[in-house]
């Protein structure tokens, strides 16, 4: 039975790299992902970024490139579709960094683990604004203002999320009666917890991933399983295919 977004008032989506996987970006966990390389996921540390920051990025710069080179999909094209067709508030929260949501016309977005386009200094005293960057450094580049290592403006395993982010997806989850959890593998927390919130203020929550979750432990009441690319045209009224 397809959803019809214009029964709900305040729609929660939460997207993971699922949702690029057919654009040609990796996953993170599963079968080619990025930290099933040999030491890539210990590069995405706080620890890397104080002991080797030139190797964090050689990471980041290399997917800054990865990046660059690919379009968003059928599946960023229907959620940009169903924000704009929505009756109600839409809030797209995304644990990626690949900003596609946004080339793809999403406008209320919030991400969660910041952005590899940009660039920011790592002195949280700082007066630096965040800056769009596209530059894979060789060496680690400085600060203009305060001459303290730059970096890409990415959360790393170990620090806190960002503030603004925090905050805006707790607001939206709050009142929310429509969560959708999109290609991701529920894994890194705070995102992984969203489900549960949404269940307890009584919102309906809806799983569309290429794997199930465990039918038991889950707490997702619907869950259609493929690639969101394909799904996501079809399941969501008004229709979303382009
Ligand atoms: P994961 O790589 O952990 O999970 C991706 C999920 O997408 C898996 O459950 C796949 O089955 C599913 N999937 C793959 N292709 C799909 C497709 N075409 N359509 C639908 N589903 C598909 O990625 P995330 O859950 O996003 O954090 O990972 C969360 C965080 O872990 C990332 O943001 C990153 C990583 O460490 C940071 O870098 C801070």
């Not at 917890?193 to 889950?218: P, Q």
Request: with cysteine.
């Amino acid at each position: 039975m397809p959803i019809d977004l214009r029964s709900y008032d305040h729609i929660v989506v939460l997207t993971g790299a699922g949702v690029s996987a057919s654009s040609g970006l990796p996953t993170y966990r599963g079968p080619g992902g990025l930290w099933e390389k040999e030491g890539l996921s210990d590069l995405a540390t706080s620890e890397a970024w104080q002991e080797r920051p030139q190797d964090v990025w050689k990471l980041f710069g290399g997917l800054r490139g990865q990046v660059r080179e690919v379009e968003p999909n059928a599946a960023h094209l229907a959620l940009a579709r169903m924000e704009a067709l929505a009756d109600g508030a839409f809030t797209l929260v995304t644990q990626n960094v690949d900003g596609l949501h946004q080339r793809a016309g999403s406008v209320n977005v919030v991400e969660l683990h910041g952005n590899i386009h940009q660039t920011r200094c790592s002195s949280t005293d700082c007066k630096l604004e965040v800056f769009t960057d596209e530059l894979a450094y060789e060496e680690v580049p400085v600060c203009s203002l305060c001459s303290a290592k730059l970096r890409p403006d990415i959360v790393l395993f170990g620090e806190a999320l960002p503030v603004l982010g925090d905050h805006l997806a707790t607001r939206a989850l709050r009142d929310c009666d429509l969560f959708i959890a999109i290609g991701t593998s529920g894994t890194v927390s705070p995102a992984s917890r969203f489900v549960r919130s949404a269940e307890y203020v009584g919102a309906h929550t809806v799983l569309v991933n290429l794997e199930a979750m465990d039918e038991g432990g889950s707490a997702f009441k619907e869950q259609f399983i493929g690639k969101a690319d394909e799904l996501l045209p079809e399941i969501f009224l008004p229709a979303t295919a382009t």
